[in-house]
């Protein structure tokens, strides 16, 4: 058998196997396509036998019901294994290290498919490989680094690596694992996927701008429902098949990250090296491993923190029918957010005693504001905390809202008042607290007991004892498109006991937009030509950012004209990094929408440097540059 130059690109030890010739059979393209399968990624798929793995996957033409057995029908390609139904995501590829995978394709529908993925482990460069239609290729590779990988193709000529139409479920995660180490009872693996509507090539039309998000084949308020009890150690790990990024960020708790990788190589951080994080952007085309342990019973909730993938209001009614209708007081999770959703029961231990009640030490009252016809029709939204006897003006705005301050360790309680003309609800962005109190209306709780939404001129007291000091965000949990693009978002920092905050030298920037639109222009705590900072040399400096821009990515980074700086991250999320991390480093982050990073700089001569902040939104579109002129003086 000749061998294919792509082939040996890869590094494989056999080639292609053209197994029929000529075009799919017209009868058979004109079937009713099979209806898919969402695919849980708990059953590994193919027959593994003498340390071989044999798997016989097709690619043809399929019926998909992201939104459960009563939502719309898609029309896709999709991945099965020959004689099963299509599975969204693909088949999930799991073996030991070592292990030889003999993996045949089979293309049966009626355009080219340029394979990706199928090739030995580690790689050094991506390849390809195109299976005509009707035809058959066999991969042979060879599992040799542990990780977490995935396949996709594409049978669309456009040059991005990653299918939103017809091919956009395309995909399917391969996990390599270590011999001798068990695999943990609670190992789960997510894949995320995009669907983006058009004139599909066998199915019938729909419209352009509909858009669905998936995590293993289904969007919320479909996605699993995952149920752990309090104590249990959990690892997961995602796959990114998209051509966005993705903030994931964890209600109530924080997750370890423990790998990083690529459709080529997978990196295993070494255990002092994993930092603590509520949220993690996961780039495109990227894998992450992660472990946590939830320590509170109760309902919570992990999602990306990209408004439109999670906010059904902005969705066309195509799609998500249910957040089109008024359900009043109903749940906001339920019935207002869809997409890259997956809900979380914990389970109290059992025979666990009851948690005790601390006395609040420190009582605040938080007014949620709203003028409307600020950015067009749409309202603006502030919150404005009440400072002294007086309570502040109903149309006092703030933009960003007010900092809120408390104490590590000491008890509070935030009375937040709703002066706006729809429900609110206040997610405490990276405080460990209980359920009740976090800020989903009509599912943070336990059991019957759920907090629900804050009707207009109503209350809702959120109690509180902070565990760690640091860097963290209060923003609305309800409407998110209009509400957080509104400006209902603000900084909540936490000191140790007894510190007093110096703010000539600990500076907050707070990275969002001006408006609910995507392109909206970006700001700087709430100012679009942000003013120069005024640094002195030789003194340290500690820079808190937050990004909680509804819609993008913020590319952060200090320049002395062309040259690249120098700081030191010491926090993520509000959590210390680990002291491997703690170093001195190029000035440059990468931060999607609900994370935080504390970075110290200290200037070593007096002159002047720019902060750059660039802000990426969706792709095609133009990145949008922000400086803010840094001037070091003596």
Known sequence: MPRSPNILALGMVALMAPATTGDVNPSAARATPPRVVPNDN????????????????????????????????????????????????GPLVRVPIGTELRISIRNAVAEPLRMYGLLDRPANKPDSVDVPPGHTTVFRIRAGLAG???????????????????????????????????????????????????????????????????????????????????????HWRFVNTTRR?????????????????????????????????????LPRGTTMAMSWSPHTAGNWLFHCHLVEHIS?????????????????????????????????????????????????????????NERPNVYGRASAYAFVLQEGER?????????PGSTITLVRGEPAAITVINRAREPVSVHWHGIELESYFDGVGGWSGIATRLAP??????????????PRAGTFIYHTHAHELAQMGGGLYAPLLVLEPGQRRDTTTD?????????????????VNGDTTPAPLELRKGTTYRLRFIAIAPTDVKV?????????????????DGAALPPQQVRARPAHLVMGTGETWDVEVTPTESRDLALEILTLGRVGLAPIRTRIPVHVRD
């Open 312 to 368: 059904g209001k902005s969705r066309p009614s195509a799609l998500y029918p249910s957040a089109k209708a008024n359900h009043g007081p109903a749940g906001h999770a339920v019935h207002d957010m869809s997409g890259l959703v997956m809900g979380i029961h914990v389970r109290p231990r059992p025979n666990a005693p009851a948690a005790a009640v601390d006395s609040p030490r420190r009582r605040l009252r938080l007014f949620v």
């Open 453 to 466: 939404p804050i009707a207009p001129g109503d209350s809702f007291i959120a109690r509180m004892t902070p």
């Open 148 to 234: 977490t990988y995935f396949y996709y193709a594409r049978t669309s000529r456009d040059t991005f690596p990653f299918g939103q139409h017809a091919d956009g479920q395309l995909s399917g995660a391969i996990i390599i694992d270590t011999i001798g180490a068990p695999q943990p009872a609670n190992d789960r693996v997510f894949v995320v996927g995009l669907w983006r509507g058009r004139e599909t090539p066998f199915g019938t039309p729909v419209e352009r701008r509909e858009e669905v998000l998936v995590f293993n084949g289904l969007a919320w308020p479909h996605t699993e429902r995952l149920a752990y009890t309090v104590g249990d150690t959990l």
């Open 245 to 281: 990024g993705h903030p994931l960020h964890l209600h109530g708790f924080y997750y370890r990250v423990e790998a990083r990788g690529t459709v080529l190589r997978d990196t295993v951080y070494p255990a002092p090296a994993r930092r603590t994080v509520v949220t993690e952007h």
């Open 42 to 89: 708990r059953s590994a798929a193919g027959t593994l036998k003498d340390g071989v793995l044999t798997l016989r996957l097709v690619a043809q033409p399929a019926v998909w019901r992201p939104e459960g057995p009563d939502g719309p029908d898609l029309p896709i390609y999709a991945f099965a294994e020959e004689g099963k139904s299509p599975r969204v995501p």
């Open 556 to 572: 952060i980074r200090l320049w002395a004209d062309t040259v690249l700086q120098r700081w030191r991250p010491v926090a993520k």
């Open 507 to 523: 500076r907050v920037l707070l990275l969002s937009t001006s408006g609910p639109l995507a392109q909206s222009p970006p700001n």
């Open 391 to 399: 309570e502040p003006s109903a149309d006092s705005l703030r933009l």
